[in-house]
Every structure is written in C-alpha cells, then in structure tokens.
C-alpha cells in the first residue's frame, strides 16, 4: 500500500507536484542524503537518542517494516501505561512513526523530536510579533505535528490526544564534559546509520535536561485556521487530496514559484544525459512549454537577491528577455558609483540581454578603497560548528564552536604566502580560546588590514567575545583577548556593547557587490562562484596558477607543494575547489556540497568542513581516517583564503 507518510506529507506541503516525482529512480532527487548529513553536522541524531534517556522504560519499535512495527505498537498500546519510542500508527492510507508516545489511560502524547533550539524562557516563540500567526521558521514543523495528531486522532477517537515539540533548550547547560561523544554514529551490517550509547552515559550526564517539551497543540490550531480560516475540514480535505494523488500516481499541476529554485529534483545535464528525469524541468514544461535549451538560460529565480520573484512570475516575467528596466527600478548611478542592490540586479539582467559577457568594475571606487589599505594585507578564513548535545560542561545548545582558521599574507612587493592556520580535531575539547589566541598570535605579528568574506567571522568572534565574557572559570589573559576582539571587528545587533576596531576587518563580499560583477557567476557571489569566474575573466591568474608554483618558496603554502590549480579544457580554465571534492570529506554520501549551504548568508559553502568536523567528534574512526580529515580540512580552509587573494590579485591586474 502506498502509504502518506509524515515525510510525504512534509513534501506535498511544499510543493504537491512532487508526490508525483518521490521514490521514482528515474527522476533525480537530491535530497536523499541530505537529512542523514544535516543530521550529523548538527547532531540530530544524538539529539533522537538523547531524548529516549528523559522518558525511562520507553519501548523502542526498531523494526522498518510497516505491518510489523503497527502490531508490535498496537500490543503495547494494549497497556493501560506505555511510553513508545517509534511508535507506529495508522489510519486509512495515512501512517507515521511517532517519534515518542506516551500513553497514560485515555491520554495519549504524541511528543515529536526535532534539534532545532528554543528559549524556554520566552513566552510565544512561535509567533509572529503581532500574535496573530506563526513564524515561518516554525510553520514545517508545526504542520508536521497538525498531521501526525490527524493521524493518532484518528486511529484512536475515543482517546485525549495531546502533542508537543521536544526541542534543544537554549538557555540549558551541560552539566558534564564529553556527553555528545556518548553518542556515536555507527553502520550497521545493511549500512544503516545509528547511535550506539556508550555505557559509561550516568546520573550525572542526564542530570540537566537539555532538551524542553512544549505543548503545541494551541499553535497547531492556530496554523490550522490562519491556512484554512474557519473551516475546519480545510486541513483534513487536504491531506486527503495529498493522499489521493500518491495513492493513485496522479500528477498535481505544478505552481511556479520562488522556491523552485531549490528544488531537489533539479537534474544537471549531465545526469539527464545518462538517462535520468529532471522533475523541475517537466514541471516549467508543463507550465511554459518550454524547450531543453531555454533551461540553458538565466530565468526569474537566478536574479540575485530580489525580494518579489513571485510578483514577477505572476506577472509572466520568467525569461530575462521578458523584462524591462521598470520592472527592477535601479536608482540612478551615484556619484561614488557604488552599485545598490537593484541595480546589481538590472545590471545581471541587461548583461544577458545584449549577450555582454564583459565585467563589469568600478575601477575608481575600487582603486580608493585599495588606497586606504595597509599592507601586509591578512586574509583569513573560519570554519565553524554549532551541535545540539555541547561539547563541554558549562556550554549550551548550539553554542558557536571555531575549529578551524587560515591565514594568507599578501606582502606591499607581491609575495604571496600561506602564513598561518589553526585545527582542532580533538573529540570534546572546547577550542574557541585556544582558536582565539592562535589567531592573535598571527594577526598581531603585523599591523596591516584583515579580510574576510561576508559575516561570518565577524560574528563568530563576537559569540567568543560573548563567552569570554560569561565564562565564570579563570582564564589569565581574558581581557587581553576580549580588546583584541574589539580591535578587529565590529559589535554585532543586539550587543549590550558597541564598537568598531581600529582594525576593523574589510569584507570582500561587500568590495564585490559594489565594485565588481562578472556575468559568469550568474548573479552568485558566494566565493565559489565568484572565483572560477574571476580566474576565467583574468590571463593573469590563468598565466600564473597553471603553473605548479604554490608551495615553493616563490609562493611558501603550509599543505601543498609545487602544486598547479589550474588545468585548460576547451579554454575554460578549471575550478581550484573541483581538486578538493566533498568525497575527499564525506565519502559517505557523493552530494553536491552547496545543498548544506546558503549562497549569500556567509557560510560560504562550508558545509562539507562542518560535516567532517561532526564525523571527528561523533564517528568511531580509525587513526588513519582522523589524519585523512584533518589533512583535508587543512588543505580546504587554505584554498579559501587563497581564493580571496585570487581575487584581489586580478583586481590589482586590471587596475593597472
């Protein structure tokens, strides 16, 4: 029977073409693996496994088959008192595995598990600022658990059915060191991954709990009735209508919207000439009846940053042929002319147009701000972890964790070198302190500007700026660290303190959106877009890196030597980050690495460093596969910051 399971359910919630196109092979789906991977770097599975040790004596339904885990429940639930863990329930074509069911006479619990954290402390987190809706980072959730309570409801009508969100409680501290490696991740012989909890997890790791229940069935309700308004059947005729189509193998007519963009069941053209189906595409198809070449162009979802896509779609603004300036609205050019982000857009758009594959810089503007620099010029990258279970006695749920840094120097007479780096991959050790003064360390060794890509590092030395700041233990050079935060950074929102640095770090990203596009990027500006273009647009980084002259001393490197980063296939020079592959970290799963990433929020695609990160710490892995990761992380990090200087090294070119 083709049952609509919560996952199902979760999916035709989003978009309910894609019932249609779940467990086909044929059709690409790129999201097979990326549940178990978010789940490992976050640690969401420890998180499932954790929760069982707050309701003792639970029963666990290990079994994956459907009509075996719905009598192995059904027997349990024949007792007047039962806690479930997995329990399976079913009603009609509608079945789910609950991840706790606690059953205490006519009541029953339905208790859904997620990593996701939560201010226990404060009041309506789940609502909207004027109270009359839901969040939207709250609403799959929330909907998750409407549907299951449908479900148990449902199947069990006579009895009082209650639910909750079991969530990470933010403001929880753990009361001993090491808990999260109590948890291990493990393959079983079908190669399965689970959590197998070491024998030594006592009294005392359970002791606080870091995980809160909270009651969600008002929340539900009123999600319910904002989606559906005051009838009541709304939601019920939905999943009905969901369960019908996947029952029955019908195809929903398919919506454009904005979120077709992230589609996961978006072929490359690579897969599609092997043979397999790109959903995305039949769906613009169906829609547009567009051709295979007209997927070839830029559409409405690539604009970079616009805020109103499904306006423009709905007005039958798709292709870049079909609009005009008045559709984007750019402001006339400044007298700095510095590009605002509309007219970055219309520039993106008018570039395809006239077929103008120029780039596109604002050599004034650029060649001021290279003036007021200060040489050496320092740039460096993080790579950074949050986890639900901490590390550490004392530390909280998802609290920031640096692991890892690089640091190139780029000298006033062109010498380039890889000056620096710091990684820790030991299991339960809190490095951000240790990180920190590495850090100091190498930039306090010269007085010349520091770089660095979007947010990100800004905000991760203000959360350790926070935590120096709170941590009760003794740490001598504490203040020294906390001024050398605040000289080369800036305070964040929402900080009880505010500051910029002497030395405040220059963000590329910004320099890049002001001064610089390069159609090749397609509107991206995440540094893995923007470096393959600029080493295309640019003979000079394509005359010198395809020569293996980095790790000499012309170009000293900490992890490679006489390495060449280029290579020339029908003129297009290579990507430098296609020589570092996801599998080199992750051999696991062979996924494309921006899934786990977010363009422009300054992550910058380091979801593949978070991941092995997550296997250091949670994996039983041998000695030689430590030393494999870290040697990987080494050599990735490095070619962040040397990316940057790439980068800089063409402007500088083009300056000329």
Known sequence: ????????????????????????????????????????????????????????????????????????????LEQKNVTIFEAAVKFKDLFIRVDILVKRGSHIKIIEVKSKSIDEQMGDSFLTKNGAGILAEWRPYLYDVCFQRHVVRSAFPKSNVTSFLLLANKESKSPSDGINQKFQIIENKNHRKGVEVSSSLNHDDLSVKLL??????????????????????????????????????????????????????KATQEEINNGLISGYQECWKDILGWQESEFEKPNVLNIWDHRKKDELIAKGKIKFSDFNEEDINPKMLRGDNELERVERQWLQIEKVQNNDLSIFLNKEGLQKEIDSWTYPLNFIDFETSTVAIPFNKGRKPYEGIAFQYSHHIVHENGLIEHKGEYLNSKEGVFPNYDFLRNLKNDLENNNGTIFRYHNHENTYLNIIYKQLQADKSHIDDRDELCLFIKSITKSTGGSSEHWVGERNMVDLWVLIKKYYYNPATNGSNSLKNVLPATINSSDFLKEKYSKPIYGTSEMPSINFKNHQWLEFNNGLASNPYDKLKVSDFFKDADICEGRLSNDDKGIKDG?????????MQFEDITLNEREELQQNLLRYCELDTLAMVMIYEAWKNWLK
């Open 212 to 265: 809160c229940e909270v009651p969600v069935d008002y929340y539900c309700d009123l999600l319910i009735t904002s989606t559906y308004g005051e009838n009541i059947f709304g939601f019920e005729k939905q999943i009905n209508t969901y369960s019908e189509s996947y029952s029955n193998d019908i195809k929903t007519k398919p919506v454009l919207k904005k979120e077709c963009r992230d589609c996961e069941f």
């Open 607 to 615: 979801g593949a460093a978070m991941m092995a990160y997550a296997k």
């Open 1 to 76: 029977m083709k049952y609509l399971t919560k996952s199902r359910f979760k999916l035709a919630s989003e978009c309910p073409t894609k019932l249609f196109y779940t467990g086909k092979k044929e059709y690409v789906n790129k999201s097979l693996d990326n549940p178990f991977l978010e789940a490992l770097a976050d640690g969401g599975f420890q998180v499932g496994e954790l929760a069982k040790y707050y309701y003792p004596n639970g029963q666990n339904i290990h079994t994956l088959e459907y009509e075996e885990a719905l009598n192995l429940t059904n027997q349990l």
